[in-house]
Each structure stands twice: as C-alpha cells, then as structure tokens.
C-alpha cells in the first residue's frame, strides 16, 4: 500500500529529527545539552502550577471551541496593558501558537494560493503550509545585516494574484530580530495596496533586549481588518507543554470562518486553559526576571561563540534564539557527529541544523539555530563542547 504524496513532501523538523542519536548518546552515559529546542530551563510561574494542582472540577469536560469566556477575558486585560483594545469576540484559544498558524493559513488560503515569509523562519511553518495546501515564497534576509528585513521592494516584488497573507514573526525564530514600526506601517500600506492580509506571530514579544521596545500589530487600528496576531504562553509562561495559544482579529469575518475549524476539533485542553488563566495573575516581575536572565544569556552565548575560531553569529535584538555560521560544509552532518561519534569530558550539544529553516535550497548549510534557553553555566559547558567538537571534526 502507498502512503500520500503530500506526507511525502513534508520535512521531518530539523529540530526534532536527530533525537534518536541525542537518546542513544544519553543511553551510552553522555550528558547532551539541548540547543536544539526552544524549551526553556525556567519554571512555570507557581501561580499556573498550583492551579493545575487545584483544579476544581470532578469531570475534564469539553469546553467551549473558542475558548474558555474567562480566558479570552483576561487575555483582552493583558493587552490593555500594552495599549491594545479589544473585545472577547476578537480572541479565539488555540492549541498552542501552531493551531493559530495553521487556522490562519487555512482560513485565508485555497490550495495553491502562496503566503509571502522571510527566511529564516520558523521551520514548522513548511509543515503547517503544506497541511494547509498552501505555497510558501520566501525572501531571504542575511546574516550579514543581522538579519533584518530584506528590502520592501524585494517584498513587493514577489506579491501575484495568489498571494493571500505575508507572515512575520517578531521578534522572530530563529534569528531573533525586531520589527521596527516603520516597517510593519509600509508592509501594511503594502498589503492594503494588494488587498491581502498580514499574519505576524508574536509569541515572544515581552523579549526585547537592548532596551528596544516591542510594537504590536494590533496597535495599527487603522489596518485591523486585514491583521491576525498569533500569540501563545509557551515562551512567554514556559508552559510549552499546556499548547494554549490564541488567535487574535478584529476581522469578525475571520474570527466567525475560522470558528469552522475550531468546532472540527472540538475544544482547546481545560486544564491547561485554567493554567493559563492563573498564569495570568503572576506578577509583573516573573516576566521582567526572565527577560532579564534571556538577556544575560544571549550576553554570553554570543560572546563565547564568536570566540571560537570559524563562527560566526548574529547579535539577536529579542526572543532566545540565534543563527550561528559554522566552519564546516555541512552543519547536519556536524550536528549527527557531535551526538553520534563525539563527547568530551562525557558530555555533548544538540543543535539544529538551519538549513531546515530556510524555503531557498541550498541556504543554510552550514548554519545552525541555536536556542539559548540553559542557564549560563550550561551555555558555557555547552560551547566548550561545540569548540571541541568543530576542531575534532574538521580534523578526521
């Protein structure tokens, strides 16, 4: 029997593809340390965990498709805080900031229509993209002008009669970079010449580093009716594991579409959504603290990178996560070797290779996304590793 030939095309996720090396490594007593991932080594907030442990209810029953009323309520409060007014009926829960993608992709797309993403990005979206039927048509930024976006007329110039949306993450997986204001008001002038949508992902907005300041999307009430905003408390709470994220229009048309597919599944998970609502109650200062140790550890971990002969990285104005340029042809081959035939001191690094994260072939060879989510004195055993490593394999 045959399987289909658009699970086929999918690529298996260059951040997860290489753990059965990073499991076989640990079965022969090596420490590995996870670069590859972007699970941070923070706790949840003790507010999202005692209410997991109190959850009041006898019976985890369905709820409601879009989303539990005192959720999307709070959530509408969290954004009054950073300038934004909205309303319950502008919030659908998500599973997670992924289901948000992929129901945006499938909302404003046919099969065959194309969303217009800058490279690097998040490598997932080429799966939800291809669940979705839809074309991805990128534009690549470089690592030489630390990834900023590539030229406007660049962007323009790739926008046909299938274009439904351009999608930016910001600050963005995997390079880390921020839009500036500037940019998001001509790329929304931009989709209202071509009357399509912009979709930007937003997962990481309370990571600014460098006392730059995050713009939201919705801030540009102007533009609403063409605008979704994905958001998420994986990141934001370390709750990567609960898959509550949200799915934010004033679009009303959008909100009610794409409802369809959020009845189709049913309900997005109770108690995590009950979690997600107490983790909403923690203090100012659990964010203001994780920003603040993100940033002493983007701090060190380019500094130590850029310290080893061959590498180069970019300076990340945001999120946790870096390209990382490598002195080898092929990073992946680099990445399988660190975990298969590699360890000093009984201990290695697990990265993901960035060739994964680009549409372009052939870009991102040898590259890899580095996310800096280990506490420093791990960054700093683990970049020993990746020294010892790069001279142990350019020397077979």
Known sequence: MEISNRIRGFQA?????????????????????HLNIGQPDIKTPKEAIDAIHSYPHDIVAYGDSDGDIELRK?????????????????????????????????TLCDPGDELIVPEPYYTNVHSFARMANVSIVSVTSVLESNFALPSLSMIEEKITSRTRAI???????????????KELETILKMCVKHDIFLIVDEVYREFCYDGKTFTSILKYS?????????????????????RVGALISKNRNVIRETLKLSQARLCPPAVEQYAALA???????????????????RNYIVKALNSIPGVKCSVPDGAFYLIAQLPVENAEEFAIFML????????????APAEGFYESKDLGRDQVRIAYVLKPEDLEKACICLREGLKAFNAR
């Open 222 to 242: 102007e533009y609403a009716d063409r605008v979704i905003c994905v958001d998420s408390f994986s990141k934001r709470f370390s709750m990567c594991g609960a």
């Open 13 to 33: 996720s260059p951040i997860r593809r290489l753990s059965p090396y990073a499991r076989a490594a640990k079965q022969r007593g090596v420490k590995v340390y």
């Open 167 to 181: 999608l930016l993450n910001s600050p963005n997986n995997p390079t880390g970079h921020i839009y500036t204001p």
């Open 74 to 106: 709070a959530i509408v409060e969290y954004y009054k805080g950073i300038g934004v007014e909205l309303s319950p009926e502008d919030v659908l829960i998500t599973t997670g900031g992924s289901e948000a993608l992929l129901f945006s992709f499938m």
């Open 340 to 351: 298969k035939d590699f360890s000093y001191n009984g201990e290695t690094v697990m990265v």
């Open 279 to 297: 983790a909403l109650s923690a203090p100012a200062s659990y964010i203001a603290d994780v920003k603040r140790e993100y940033e002493n550890r």
